[in-house]
């Protein structure tokens, strides 16, 4: 028997819904929107469960805010945790998973989902434009050298918001001659990305160190990240029980 601890860990920042946290130790799961309140969260979930945690999840997120992506993604390396990722995983999610010294796509469970990571740049919260003093750096420094500068700029100078890089498990894709790395430019409909992204042959995840290995892990399904909107001061009334759930 499993069981299960739901950090209540949701915050309400304007509009933005936070990233739902989950631990169940060794793993700690993080879904949903990034906002730059999240790093908050890491600070108590790592105060929390310090050395009982291992490894980071990434599942269904979007992205977000990109400080808070790469603030999360750095602790993550100096604590030594691994990362998986599980379902779709894009912009501020998918640097967070650049942190872990070891990482890996999750294995495909009985929902047959497909796990991505996408990549592109950094852009204006309001006016959406790109925001063109953003280096290559913690590209180039969290994939040890394996993405160079030049490769990075590919991705985070698309205009586009919508656009990215994505990258795919060569054992996972649905279509096994479909690309294992598309650049798409965000005008493209999802449905038909394998035919309208750009492909980049000869250009895979383990190659350019996005991934360590191929070797997929097995964990459990993700849990869908919360809908419920909460203020930081009902967190921090709550914060102190955890909700327990029980499970095989």
């Given at each position: 028997?499993k069981?299960?601890?739901?950090?209540?860990?949701?915050?309400?920042?304007?509009?933005?819904?936070?990233?739902?946290?989950?631990?169940?130790?060794?793993?700690l799961?993080?879904?949903g929107?990034?906002?730059?309140?999240d790093?908050q969260?890491?600070?108590?979930?790592?105060?929390?469960?310090?050395k009982?945690?291992?490894?980071?999840?990434?599942?269904?997120?979007?992205?977000?805010?990109?400080?808070?992506?790469?603030?999360?993604g750095?602790?993550?390396r100096?604590r030594?945790?691994?990362?998986?990722v599980?379902g779709?995983?894009?912009?501020a999610?998918?640097?967070?998973?650049?942190g872990?010294?070891?990482?890996?796509?999750a294995?495909?469970g009985d929902?047959?989902?497909q796990?991505?990571?996408?990549y592109?740049?950094?852009?204006?919260?309001?006016?959406?434009?790109?925001?063109?003093?953003?280096?290559?750096?913690?590209?180039?420094?969290?994939t040890?050298?394996?993405m160079?500068?030049?490769f990075?700029?590919?991705?985070?100078?698309?205009?586009?918001k919508?656009?990215l890089m994505?990258?795919?498990?060569?054992?996972?894709?649905?279509?096994?001659?479909a690309?294992?790395?598309?650049l798409?430019?965000?005008?493209?409909?999802?449905?038909?990305?394998?035919?309208?992204?750009?492909i980049?042959?000869?250009?895979?995840?383990?190659?350019?160190?996005?991934?360590?290995?191929?070797?997929?892990r097995v964990i459990?399904?993700p849990?869908?990240?919360?809908?419920?909107?909460?203020?930081?001061?009902?967190?921090?009334?709550?914060?102190?029980?955890?909700?327990?759930?029980?499970?095989?």
């Open positions: 028997m069981r299960w601890f739901l950090i209540a860990a949701y915050f309400l920042i304007g509009s933005s819904q936070a990233m739902s946290f989950y631990a169940a130790p060794p793993l799961y993080l879904g929107s990034v906002v730059p309140s790093w969260m890491w600070e108590e979930a790592m105060s929390r469960y310090d009982e945690i291992t490894t980071i999840v990434l599942h269904d997120s979007g992205g977000g805010d990109s400080g808070a992506g790469r603030k999360i750095n602790d993550i100096q030594k945790l691994a990362t998986v599980s779709q995983c894009s912009s999610c998918a640097n967070m998973f650049l872990g010294v070891s990482r890996q796509y294995a495909v929902t047959k989902r796990h991505v990571l996408g592109h740049g950094s852009y204006n919260k309001i006016t959406k434009t790109l925001n063109s003093k953003r280096t290559a750096d913690y590209f180039v420094t969290m040890d050298g394996k160079s500068e030049e990075v700029n590919k991705f985070i100078k698309l205009e586009n919508a656009g994505r990258f795919m498990h060569r054992d996972q894709r649905s279509n096994p001659t690309p294992l790395t598309q798409c430019n965000g005008t493209e409909e999802r449905s038909k990305r394998d035919e309208q992204c750009a980049l042959p000869d250009v895979d995840a383990l190659q350019k160190g996005v991934v360590t290995t191929w070797e997929a459990p399904e849990p869908k990240p919360s809908a419920e909107r909460a203020t930081f001061a009902s967190w921090q009334s709550t914060a102190t029980t955890l909700l327990a759930y029980e499970g095989n």
